[in-house]
């Protein structure tokens, strides 16, 4: 499908990822990703934090409110509890957990799993991706519109871990 990949690898597409269990017979499947110059222990916190706000383009989904760039300290998420922030408001909720390594959740009838993958000490690759069943037409707007968004989320996530580790 157009737009179903960013930044990842064809062993990142293969991998089993927590929403798969959650979504039968998605008519969307896309995969996102980026490298961190960072260790999974310093990245978990900021992917934690989307329970706080989108970190995508805030002026679209946060109405123009800077999602937050200094660590919230906040306990680790819990199955059952909002999955993020959209526009101030509480959103989704969260479907599995397992800290440092993966955080999946439901918005708006989309499942996502972001994932950490140490590569070495110090790098962790930060996977991210989104199943859903809709039609053919939907699913295709969704894989596009996700693509900007969630690259823009993935990179902003990166660069908070990075400063945070560096």
């Known amino acids: 499908m ?13 991998r089993s990822y927590p929403c798969d269990d959650f979504v039968a017979a998605p008519t969307l499947q896309a995969w996102r990703g980026v490298r961190v110059d960072a260790p ?11 329970r706080l706000a989108p970190y995508s383009y805030d002026w679209i989904d946060n109405l123009g409110r800077r999602s937050p760039r200094q660590p919230a300290g906040l306990p680790e998420p819990t199955v059952g509890e909002p999955f993020t922030a959209v526009r101030g408001r509480r959103q989704g909720r969260i479907l599995s957990v397992d800290p440092d390594r993966q955080l999946t959740g439901e918005i708006m009838g989309a499942v996502m799993s972001y994932v950490l993958v140490p590569v070495g000490e110090d790098t962790t690759r930060l996977l991210l991706k989104v199943t859903v069943r809709t039609n053919r037409l939907v699913a295709l707007g969704l894989c596009v519109g996700d ?5 823009r989320q993935l990179l902003n996530l990166k660069q908070l871990a990075e400063r945070t580790a560096g």
């Not at 693509?147 to 690259?151: D, E, K």
Request: net charge negative; aromatic share 10%.
């Open 147 to 151: 693509l900007v968004m969630a690259r």
């Open 2 to 14: 157009l737009g179903d990949r960013w930044g990842v690898t064809n062993e990142d597409i293969s």
């Open 40 to 50: 999974a222990t310093v990245v978990w916190p900021w992917v934690a934090q989307v």
